[in-house]
């Protein structure tokens, strides 16, 4: 049986800068909801409401340091800063399955990416790492947050209620 898909959003069209010196541009408080919705794939209804507590969310990575995945997507955290946002969807939702498609900064890897409580350090980093998926699952709610330990490039969100 396949588990059902609430919204899956898609952020490989992100345009990845080629590494430079230059300025990464944050989401603030409340913009990345308004961001994923527009990124929403086919599959899906639409049913996030709100994000707050944007810290260190990012978009396409540039960086001066040629360390991270070379593939596209939004990079949560910073060499020195961890990176989080809670998205809060419509009430009755049931969200109890969250798949992202990501990869570690660097390689070995030693950040991590938790997805409401759940802890999971990617196996891939580095320049050569490709799109991962990680499956959380925990109890039904009708709020995700994401928090990083570091760097994490996320590709993808995939957000699913699997029934009992």
Not at 7 to 16: F, M
Not at 118 to 142: L, N, R
Request: proline share 3%.
């Amino acid at each position: 049986m396949v588990d059902p898909l609430i919204a899956t959003y898609n952020l490989n069209d992100q345009v990845r800068t080629a590494y430079s010196d230059g300025l990464n541009t944050k989401y603030l408080a409340g913009t990345f909801a308004p961001f994923l919705q527009s990124k929403i794939a086919v599959g899906g209804t639409e049913k996030l409401v709100s994000s707050s507590g944007e810290t260190n969310v990012y978009t396409a990575a540039q960086s001066a340091a040629a360390t991270g995945p070379q593939f596209n997507g939004i990079k949560f955290g910073s060499g020195t800063a961890n990176g989080g946002v809670t998205l809060t969807f419509q009430a009755g939702t049931g969200i109890n399955k969250v798949v992202v498609g990501c990869a570690a900064w660097a390689s070995p890897v030693t950040d991590t990416l938790t997805v409401n409580g759940v802890i999971i350090t990617p196996t891939q980093g580095g320049v050569s790492a490709t799109v991962e998926a990680i499956e959380f699952t925990f109890a039904d709610t009708d709020t995700i947050t994401i928090t990083t330990t570091k760097r994490i490039v996320i590709n993808y969100i995939a957000i699913y209620h699997v029934a009992a």
